[in-house]
Structure formats: structure tokens, C-alpha cells
């Protein structure tokens, strides 16, 4: 994908592109089929490849040792690992979503403290909010937070939770106040460290998808840290998750399948340039040119739609509608192309040693994450129902 068909693409965020792709064809191309191959193992040496290039630190500020380079960057290099690898997006991606929580919302000693480990990639973090029987519904939380003089104590349990297995901090969302409460009251968020006694990290478990990637449960069995590890004020935890989930869970999940639907295009315009058919290839048939043709249509849109998105975020405005339209529509129309990728392999998409079958079951994992569609559909009427007169 040319980067010329960013607008307003800077020379830093082109070299940057073009770094990360070198970078992603270079460590993370040769490391996939093992990745593959073995799905019960969490990936560990990608991680400190990606920290030594500082890129885990591409939004912190540089007086922490970040790179300061704004969500443009960010999710030009979600999206070309994602190209590459969906796992390794996702572990990018997700270390990034508890570091905006820290930026947003730490303060000073917080600050100083975690930015310049969480910069250098030596900290990983998570943001654990997501629960066993309540899912991603932030109302119904049931993991609890207890004041106990200086200290609180963690009590529950969180599920699907991006790097379980890799964060040195997590970021964690409880309720502190009694039931009845008004959710956006009700609920903190806490800096929980993984050697903290009491936590425990579950067995990674693979999933359909995103091999080498983790993905697990922490459970809390009367967690105690300081009140110095709140982060913000008592009852703002909603706020705190809400923030993060929008302005950069959205987005990034946004550039994950961007990455995965560029390189669903990409094989599948090879398989049928190169598969024959008679005297030519299938791709000199008219009716298959249709089909590729509906696929970039789709992945182009669906570009359009991130990086419009990000690019206002880094002019400094909230665009919420726009970040939830990419992510709703860069999952739909990615799974729309995958289904067509599917149908034009025949049955070559099945194989476990190509491509394509990877493909298709990683698309699957940037549906539910930071809202699935019909929640996106309905934070869309509701903006819309807000700004019509009545």
C-alpha cells in the first residue's frame, strides 16, 4: 500500500512506515509459521524487538523517553505489523491501550515512575476490565475494590485480557462503591503489579486465532496494594476506561484489521495471478476481476476511514463517531473481503500450511474488543438522536 494515499502523510510518519515494514519482513516474517505452530506458547522475543526500537513508547511524551509521534504513527505501525502478523499487532496494540490510561490519567509520581519503563518496553502493561459473567458490560462489574486504611484490597476475576502473560503492570478497573451506586460513580481504576500476592496469572490457553499472542484471565484473591497505585480520583474508573477504550482501544483495533485486510487482498491477488487456467491465469477472467475489484474497494475505504480518524485525534479533536465507524466498518468490510478470499482459494484457503486459513481466523478476534458492531450501531444513533432538534 503506497503511503502516498495517506493524506498529508509527514516525512517522519513515511519513514516510519517504511522502517516498520522492514522491520515486520525482516524479524517478524521468518518468526510466523513457528508462531503458528506452536499456539499454546506466548510469544516473548518480538516483544524486546519492538522495545528496542522504542516503539512501545510511540504516544508517551519524550520528557519520559517516549517518541511523542502521535496516533498517525501509532497506527501505522499497528497496522503494517498487523500486515504482517496479527499477533504481533495485537501485542503492540495492546500494551499501548493501558499506556494512554497512564498518560491520560497518572499523576506526577505515577508518571515518572512507569512512563520511562513503559517507553523502554522493560514495563508491558494490560488494562483488565472485561469479567467472566458480565463480559465487557462496565455497569454490571463485580470484581471489588475494599478500602482497608492506606490500602485497597482486590477481590475478582478479568478475562480476555491483551498480554496477560507479558505485563509487568496492569491496569485495573473495580467497583469501590456500594451496589446502587450510579456506574459512573461507582467503579476506580488501580495499578496492579504482576508479582503483587494474591494475583494470579491463569495458564495461557490458545485461541481460534492470534497465535503467540495473550489473551488470559486474572484472578484477584484479596489483592492489596496502596492507595498510591489509584489511578485518578475514587469512582472515575469508568471514566478512565471509557477514555482509553475510545480514543485508543478503538483506533487500534481499527489498524489490526487493517493489516489483516490488506494482506487478505494481497495473497489472494497472487493466488489468482499466479494460479493457471488454460492458457492464462484465473485472474484474466472478467468475473474475477470483479470480486478482487470489490475487495480494494473495500480495504481502501476501510483505510480512508482509519487514518482520517487518527489524523483528526492528532489535531487535537475527539472524533468519537469517526473512530467508531472506522473500527465497525474496517471489521465488516475485512470479513466481507475474507469471506470472498475464502471463495477464490476453492479449497487451497484450507490448507494449515497457507496463509489464508490464519488470516480468517485472526479477522475473527477485532470484532468483540473495545465494542462489538451492534454497540458501535448504537453509539452512532445515539450521537445521531443527540444532534438532531427535537
Not at 5 to 18: A, F
Request: hydrophobic share 40%.
Amino acid at each position: 500500500m503506497p503511503t502516498t494515499l495517506i493524506p498529508n502523510l509527514t516525512p517522519e510518519q513515511d519513514l516510519l512506515w517504511q522502517e516498520a515494514d522492514a522491520f515486520a519482513a525482516e524479524e517478524i516474517a521468518p518468526r510466523v509459521a513457528g508462531m503458528e505452530e506452536t499456539p499454546r506458547h506466548v510469544e516473548r522475543d518480538i516483544p524486546q524487538l519492538l522495545a528496542a526500537r522504542g516503539w512501545f513508547g510511540v504516544t508517551i511524551p519524550e520528557a519520559f523517553g517516549g517518541l511523542a509521534a502521535g496516533h498517525v504513527a501509532k497506527t501505522i505501525l499497528i497496522h503494517r505489523m498487523s500486515k504482517v502478523s496479527g499477533a504481533v499487532g495485537a501485542i503492540l496494540q495492546a500494551d499501548l491501550i493501558p499506556v494512554a490510561a497512564l498518560v491520560n490519567w497518572a499523576n506526577d509520581e505515577q508518571e515518572a515512575y512507569w512512563l520511562p519503563q513503559a517507553a523502554q518496553g522493560s514495563a508491558l502493561l494490560s488494562i483488565a476490565v472485561t469479567e467472566p459473567e458480565t463480559g465487557g458490560h462496565i455497569g454490571g462489574m463485580e470484581t471489588v475494590a475494599e478500602r482497608d486504611g492506606d490500602d485497597w484490597v482486590i477481590t475478582g476475576g478479568k478475562v480476555h485480557i491483551g498480554n496477560s502473560h507479558l505485563a509487568n503492570l496492569h491496569v485495573v478497573i473495580a467497583r469501590t462503591a456500594p451496589e446502587g451506586t450510579r456506574p459512573s460513580q461507582s467503579l476506580t481504576a488501580f495499578l496492579v503489579e504482576r508479582d503483587r500476592n494474591g494475583l494470579t496469572v491463569q495458564p495461557h490457553r490458545p485461541g481460534l486465532g492470534l497465535h503467540g499472542f495473550s489473551r488470559g484471565r486474572l484472578d484477584f484473591d484479596h489483592v492489596r496494594v496502596p492507595d498510591a497505585n489509584r489511578l485518578g480520583e475514587v469512582g472515575k474508573g469508568m471514566d478512565v476506561a471509557k477514555s482509553s477504550s475510545i480514543r485508543c482501544g478503538l483506533p487500534n483495533l481499527t489498524a489490526v484489521s487493517l493489516g489483516i485486510h490488506e494482506a487478505m487482498v494481497e495473497l489472494t491477488t497472487r493466488y489468482l495471478k499466479e494460479r493457471r487456467r488454460y492458457e492464462g491465469t484465473l485472474l484474466d477472467l472478467p468475473v474475477l476481476q470483479d470480486r478482487i475489484g470489490d475487495m480494494e474497494a473495500r480495504f481502501q475505504a476501510a483505510h480512508y476511514l482509519a487514518y482520517q480518524a487518527v489524523g483528526l485525534l492528532d489535531q487535537g479533536l475527539f472524533p468519537e463517531s469517526a473512530l467508531v465507524t472506522a473500527k465497525y466498518m474496517g471489521h465488516k468490510m475485512a470479513v466481507s473481503s475474507g469471506q470472498d478470499a475464502m471463495n477464490l482459494h476453492g479449497a487451497r484457503a484450507l490448507d494449515w500450511d497457507y496463509p489464508m486459513q490464519r488470516l480468517w481466523r485472526d479477522i475473527q478476534h477485532t470484532y468483540a474488543p473495545a465494542g462489538t458492531g451492534e454497540f458501535q450501531r448504537i453509539r452512532l444513533g445515539q450521537s445521531l438522536l443527540a444532534e438532531s432538534p427535537p
